[in-house]
């Protein structure tokens, strides 16, 4: 299932006239010009309420219903914009293993810092950004600070600390 490009040349070969309710425009059965790909197709055509245009997707898809596949289709969609969220607001970039496991585990482990640094900062009516909040705290991990003081310090003041800290590793 792929949402059908402008440019995309296609026969069509038939009409699915009962599927056309709920939002949905057409259902056709198509064969694209091109030659690359010589099975039967299916365009659906729906109205998309949130931006209120036209979308087309392209399946192989026959048995199931015109309406259940723009469902997967917005389903999966909802799949996309949560993923680039997660690395937005996760500062997830890279996964660090390939199993099941292995990218559930930090998807929760940040999705748990990410509520943590949250909750800190509506509990602590915090009025700078999530993502300084996060600066900060990764700054003055190792450092001797208590979160409150960390949260009422200002910039200066937490270099201050850290460079207290370092010297006290010296002496």
């Given at each position: 299932?792929?949402?059908?490009?402008?440019?995309?040349?296609?026969?069509?070969?038939g009409q699915h006239l009962e599927?056309?309710?709920?939002?949905?425009l057409s259902d056709e059965k198509?064969?694209?010009?091109?030659?690359?790909?010589?099975?039967?197709?299916?365009?659906?055509?729906?109205?998309?309420?949130?931006?209120?245009?036209?979308?087309?997707?392209?399946?192989?898809?026959?048995?199931?219903?015109?309406?259940?596949?723009?469902?997967?289709?917005?389903?999966?969609?909802?799949?996309?914009?949560?993923?680039?969220?997660?690395?937005?607001n996760l500062q997830i970039k890279?996964?660090?293993?390939?199993?099941?496991?292995?990218?559930?585990?930090?998807?929760?482990?940040?999705?748990?810092?990410?509520?943590?640094?949250?909750?800190?900062?509506?509990?602590?009516?915090?009025?700078?950004?999530?993502?300084?909040?996060?600066?900060?705290?990764?700054?003055?991990?190792?450092?001797?600070?208590?979160?409150?003081?960390?949260?009422?310090?200002?910039?200066?003041?937490?270099?201050?600390?850290?460079?207290?800290?370092?010297?006290?590793?010296?002496?």
């Amino acid at each position: 299932m792929t949402k059908l490009k402008n440019n995309l040349k296609y026969t069509v070969l038939g009409q699915h006239l009962e599927a056309m309710k709920d939002g949905i425009l057409s259902d056709e059965k198509i064969k694209l010009e091109n030659k690359k790909y010589e099975k039967n197709l299916r365009m659906i055509r729906f109205l998309d309420e949130k931006s209120d245009e036209v979308v087309s997707i392209v399946t192989n898809n026959f048995k199931l219903s015109a309406k259940t596949i723009v469902q997967i289709y917005k389903t999966r969609w909802q799949i996309e914009i949560f993923f680039r969220w997660i690395k937005q607001n996760l500062q997830i970039k890279t996964f660090l293993g390939t199993s099941k496991n292995a990218v559930m585990s930090q998807v929760w482990i940040a999705m748990i810092y990410y509520l943590l640094l949250t909750y800190i900062k509506y509990q602590s009516k915090y009025e700078k950004s999530l993502f300084y909040l996060h600066r900060i705290i990764k700054e003055a991990l190792l450092s001797r600070l208590t979160l409150i003081d960390l949260l009422s310090a200002t910039p200066a003041r937490i270099s201050d600390f850290k460079i207290k800290e370092f010297q006290l590793v010296f002496w």
